[in-house]
């Protein structure tokens, strides 16, 4: 099979919904194989990998993201049955929440802030826009909810999307790096953490280590998306107008 024949074959099969349902399920095959062979080194993360490498399949063949996410739309729409799915985790850990309550409230509200204000005045402090701060402040909750908040308060929703992506691959290669360096080993202020700080991504992460930390990591994501997307949009038209 010749050159041209390759591309013609592949110019076909991009317009069929199937071939982004595959490439999405080996990138991410492939990107799991890794992290397992490299003994779960959290470098080796899946998500970065598989993005990697369904990036450059697409930038190489010229294939539009839109065509791609024709068949990727499957995936995406799991993500709503598997957020519903943590419930299950959460009510094993239903004696321990109640305890904790206190804490997790304190612990999310203060999260939240942190995590908002930290990146915005680092931000400004290296010159960016308005639109820019806006745009990143909601960088630590899960991306429809944080593209929500930056339109309302001024920011860019694909920044943000782009920017709660990294944040959650971020958090997840080097949050259990930073904790353990801390020698914080109570699975339930790690999975919190991982919540707070990297979302979905971070909770994915904490499950596949410990089932307590991911159970925690899954409730501080939807409460840091609650307290976020309730105090964020009031503070943000308070202090700038």
Same mark, same amino acid.
């Given at each position: 099979?010749?050159?041209?024949?390759?591309?013609?074959?592949?110019? !076909?099969?991009?317009?069929?919904?199937?071939?982004?349902?595959?490439?999405?399920?080996?990138? !991410?095959?492939?990107?799991?194989?890794?992290?397992?062979?490299?003994?779960?080194?959290?470098?080796?993360?899946?998500?970065?990998? /598989?993005? /990697?490498?369904? /990036?450059?399949?697409?930038?190489?063949?010229?294939?539009? !993201?839109?065509? !791609?996410?024709?068949?990727?739309?499957?995936?995406?729409?799991?993500? @709503?049955?598997?957020?519903?799915?943590?419930?299950?985790?959460?009510?094993?850990?239903?004696?321990?929440?109640?305890?904790?309550?206190?804490?997790?409230?304190? =612990?999310?509200?203060?999260?939240?802030?942190?995590?908002?204000?930290?990146?915005?005045?680092?931000?400004?402090?290296?010159?960016?826009?308005?639109?820019?701060?806006?745009?990143?402040?909601?960088?630590?909750?899960?991306?429809?909810?944080?593209?929500?908040?930056?339109?309302?308060?001024?920011?860019?929703?694909?920044?943000?999307?782009?920017?709660?992506?990294?944040?959650?691959?971020?958090?997840?290669?080097?949050?259990?790096?930073?904790?353990?360096?801390?020698?914080?080993?109570?699975?339930?202020?790690? =999975?919190?953490?991982?919540?707070?700080?990297?979302?979905?991504? @971070?909770?994915?992460?904490?499950?596949?280590?410990?089932?307590?930390?991911?159970?925690?990591?899954?409730?501080?994501?939807?409460?840091?998306?609650?307290?976020?997307?309730?105090?964020?949009?009031?503070?943000?038209?308070?202090?700038?107008?």
């Amino acid at each position: 099979m010749g050159e041209t024949d390759i591309t013609q074959l592949w110019v !076909y099969l991009s317009t069929k919904p199937l071939t982004g349902l595959t490439i999405t399920l080996v990138a !991410y095959s492939i990107g799991f194989w890794l992290y397992q062979k490299t003994n779960r080194n959290p470098v080796c993360n899946p998500v970065v990998i /598989a993005i /990697a490498l369904i /990036a450059l399949l697409l930038e190489s063949t010229g294939t539009p !993201y839109a065509t !791609y996410f024709e068949g990727a739309q499957f995936v995406h729409f799991l993500l @709503g049955p598997a957020t519903v799915a943590l419930a299950v985790p959460l009510f094993r850990q239903m004696e321990t929440l109640k305890r904790a309550l206190p804490v997790i409230i304190f =612990g999310v509200l203060f999260g939240s802030l942190v995590a908002s204000v930290s990146t915005v005045v680092l931000a400004w402090a290296l010159g960016a826009s308005p639109e820019t701060l806006a745009s990143l402040a909601p960088k630590s909750v899960t991306t429809p909810v944080a593209m929500g908040i930056a339109d309302e308060i001024g920011g860019v929703p694909a920044l943000t999307a782009v920017c709660v992506i990294a944040t959650g691959i971020v958090g997840a290669t080097l949050g259990p790096m930073v904790m353990n360096l801390a020698r914080l080993k109570d699975w339930r202020a790690r =999975g919190f953490a991982m919540g707070v700080a990297a979302h979905g991504i @971070g909770t994915a992460r904490a499950f596949q280590v410990n089932e307590t930390a991911g159970a925690f990591s899954g409730l501080a994501m939807g409460l840091n998306t609650l307290a976020t997307a309730l105090t964020l949009p009031f503070l943000w038209h308070w202090f700038f107008g």
